[in-house]
């Protein structure tokens, strides 16, 4: 009787083990993360393709959190919460143009349960051009209040440079345009509390002394129709990536000069003044995020020298003094967001 009861218990011991494990272990490419994520993701093509990886905000504790090549990161977004995290990832066919492979998927903040938001393509009936196509899903933006994702679907055929902003609810339901411009490249890159969105237009409205187009790109706050509310920039400039800060009073941004000199700029939305951030640190920086506090903002520099890698930095928003907190000095690296 001892000897049955001692099986018994053995065999109950062995099911404990192996559901502890089961918890800490990722379950395929639905599971979890690696290890708990730290407060800034970034993305790595350090182990042979683009995975997702957090670390603290000094640069430290850099953990691994996907390790699956058939499901390669292309963006990560914490929501407003801290609950869940908006990824894009590439879906169907290899042979189709990568823009139009992008899609979003939403996960809890462990990387679990796991599912696709967007479908790859989307069809609409425009009243002034008819019927429309568009396809992939990218630089995802969540709402205020965690429930919605903007995002940039492209027009097809991709020669027609037609980017619009759409929008849908993260159960998957009513996925809608917002903006409605024809041969113009429209992005939303941050969605205030406000319920404002704030984003960027590119196109060739603009002409010359000699009749050619000029392009420009033009910082744009729109409301939630697709209206642009207010905008900023002139032909033959680019203003863009904006990101506002979480008490909604100051917008950092990439202004790009007529000798294509890329820097990071500061300016509050009702004043017309400008601050520049880097002056020159890196030749194509790219704001991602304020820090909870609005004290800090995070971009990443690329190609700051002949091996082409990238860099993350903090900078101060008062005293103006960057921090490099860049964890690997190798491949494509990008950092993609900071949670709250």
């Known amino acids: 009787m001892a000897k049955k009861n001692d099986h018994i218990l053995l065999a109950f011991l062995f099911i404990l083990l192996m559901t502890m494990a089961c918890k800490h272990t990722p379950s395929g490419p639905d599971g979890p993360f690696l290890t708990e994520a730290g407060p800034i993701l970034f993305i790595s093509d350090k182990s042979g393709t683009n995975q997702l990886y957090s670390m603290n905000e000094d640069g430290k504790d850099i953990h691994p959190l996907t390790n699956d090549p058939s499901f390669p990161i292309l963006d990560a977004q914490w929501s407003p919460d801290g609950d869940k995290i908006a990824v894009v990832s590439l879906v169907g066919d290899s042979l189709t143009y990568p ?107 603009a002409k010359d002394s000699l009749d050619k187009a000029i392009q420009y790109t033009k910082l744009t706050l729109l409301n939630q129709k697709g209206n642009v509310l207010k905008s900023w920039g002139n032909p033959g400039e680019s203003w863009e990536w904006p990101i506002s800060s979480h008490s909604r009073d100051k917008i950092a941004f990439v202004y790009v000069d007529k000798h294509y000199h890329h820097d990071v700029y500061l300016m509050k939305p009702n004043v017309t003044e400008l601050s520049n951030l880097t002056n020159s640190l890196c030749q194509q920086p790219q704001p991602i995020s304020w820090s909870p506090d609005d004290s800090m903002i995070l971009f990443t520099c690329y190609k700051m020298d002949k091996q082409g890698f990238s860099r993350i930095f903090l900078i101060n928003s008062k005293e103006r003094k960057p921090k490099e907190i860049t964890p690997f000095r190798e491949g494509y690296l990008q950092a993609t967001s900071w949670r709250r």
Not at 104 to 110: A, L, R, T, V, W
Not at 121 to 129: A, L, Y
């Open 99 to 205: 823009g139009f492979r992008r899609c979003i998927f939403i996960m809890n903040s462990d990387g679990s349960d796991r599912y696709q938001l967007t479908r790859q393509w989307k069809t609409i009936e425009d009243p002034v051009h008819g019927e429309l196509k568009y396809g992939g899903a990218d630089h995802p933006v969540w709402s205020p209040d965690s429930k919605q994702i903007a995002y940039t679907r492209l027009m097809v055929p991709e020669s027609l440079t037609n980017l619009d902003v759409f929008r849908m609810k993260i159960n998957g339901s009513k996925e809608e345009r917002i903006t409605k411009t024809f041969d113009l490249a429209d992005r939303v890159t941050d969605w205030t509390r406000g319920d404002s969105l704030w984003g960027s237009t590119s196109g060739y409205s």
